[in-house]
């Protein structure tokens, strides 16, 4: 059983894991930062420990990411408990890249949320494949249509 497992057994879990696992409090202050994290966004857990979530949000999404946390923290409602959202991230070298991530919310006795437990997974190579499909459709489509109106070149 789950109760049976020492601490040691989930602290190596969330370390061996492939995705990152990020925990940032009511204040977006990051609180854990897994070997993973480490890798997906390049900032050592030492770096991120004690930073807020601004650390791998691009500048232009702060805005509205802040005021999602907001309400979630607040409210105790979040759609991405189930859901997958994708969104793009900025790496400590600056370089942006695309993640999905679900989260769990952590809860006191009383059901006031403390903070959210975010599971992150780097997608840039399956992101950058599907834009580049969509632009050779895209190119596809249009010669198709030149074809079709007896315009071809």
Known sequence: MIQ???????RWIVEAMP???VYSDREGIIRLWNRSAETIFGHRREDALGHTLDLIIPERWRTRHWEGYRTVMRTGVTRYGRE???VP???????????????ILRTDGDGQ?????????????????????????AALEAADSR???????
Not at 97 to 103: A, N
């Open 89 to 103: 991230a900025t790496r400590r070298d600056g370089t942006q890249i695309s993640i999905e991530f679900s989260i």
């Open 4 to 10: 049976d497992l020492p601490d040691e057994m989930f």
């Open 19 to 21: 995705e990152a696992v």
């Open 147 to 153: 074809v079709h109106r007896g315009d071809e070149t």
């Open 113 to 137: 949320v403390l903070g959210a437990v975010a599971i992150v997974r780097d997608v840039t190579t399956r992101w950058e494949r599907e834009q580049a499909l969509r632009k050779r459709l």
């Open 84 to 86: 997958v959202l994708a």
